[in-house]
T-cell receptor, first 113, second 113 residues
Framework: AQSVTQLDSHVSVSEGTPVLLRCNYS??????LFWYVQHPNKGLQLLLK??????LVKGINGFEAEFKKSETSFHLTKPSAHMSDAAEYFC???????????FGSGTRLQVQP | DTAVSQTPKYLVTQMGNDKSIKCEQNLGHDTMYWYKQDSKKFLKIMFSYNNKELIINETVPNRFSPKSPDKAHLNLHINSLELGDSAVYFC????????????FGEGSRLTVL
């Protein structure tokens, strides 16, 4: 079975400073990993995904994530936060066979002016 | 054109009533899902259909019944609503089965009084 742990339920940064949202995963095989973003009262949107190609994955809106197998981590980063980045972020790990994706509990990113 | 659309967006009803939420996707995807997001933002898979066939049926009360008249539609019917059913229900679709990108609707917020 797979699982995912988002280490921070809430992260607050100032506009223009770096963003780091942490995610650890557990899986008995080589998983696919995703980050999704949910803006208030909206559905989720894919930011980026890792599927065993390059370990550094670039996504939309300047976000990127690095897959580190030795640390079982898939942290999300962005060099400079923008006010529009304020949202809920979900780290997600894939299942096998007919299992669906497993979502983390979410990290709420707050961006201060 | 909205890729995954759900109706209604808001639903307020009394305990014991029966209600339905409809979902349609115009992406030509084979797989559709229902997810439940609770008040703590935790997302949990409820059902998955692939080409009108039920693939995933998580531990969900029998009061919840999905129906897929064709592969572009997946509706959710809930009988005898309970207070604990209050949540945001998201419909999603994907083309690559269980490890591909999910496209989400904007959610249907159900409030049971």
């Amino acid at each position: 079975a797979q699982s995912v742990t988002q280490l921070d339920s809430h992260v607050s940064v100032s506009e223009g400073t770096p963003v780091l949202l942490r995610c650890n995963y557990s899986s008995s095989y080589s998983p696919s990993l995703f980050w999704y973003v949910q803006h208030p009262n909206k559905g989720l949107q894919l930011l980026l995904k890792y599927t065993s190609a390059a370990t550094l994955v670039k996504g939309i809106n300047g976000f990127e994530a690095e897959f580190k197998k030795s640390e079982t981590s898939f942290h999300l980063t962005k060099p400079s936060a923008h006010m529009s980045d304020a949202a809920e972020y979900f780290c997600v790990v894939s299942g096998t066979g007919r299992r669906a994706l497993t979502f983390g509990s979410g990290t709420r990113l707050q961006v201060q002016p | 054109d909205t890729a995954v659309s759900q109706t209604p967006k808001y639903l307020v009803t009394q305990m014991g009533n029966d209600k339905s939420i409809k979902c349609e996707q115009n992406l030509g995807h084979d797989t559709m899902y229902w997810y439940k997001q609770d008040s703590k933002k935790f997302l949990k898979i409820m059902f998955s259909y692939n080409n009108k066939e039920l693939i995933i049926n998580e531990t969900v009360p029998n009061r919840f019944s999905p129906k897929s008249p064709d592969k572009a539609h997946l509706n959710l019917h809930i009988n005898s609503l309970e207070l604990g059913d209050s949540a945001v229900y998201f419909c999603a679709s994907s083309q690559e089965g269980y490890t591909g990108e999910l496209f989400f609707g904007e959610g249907s917020r159900l409030t049971v009084l």
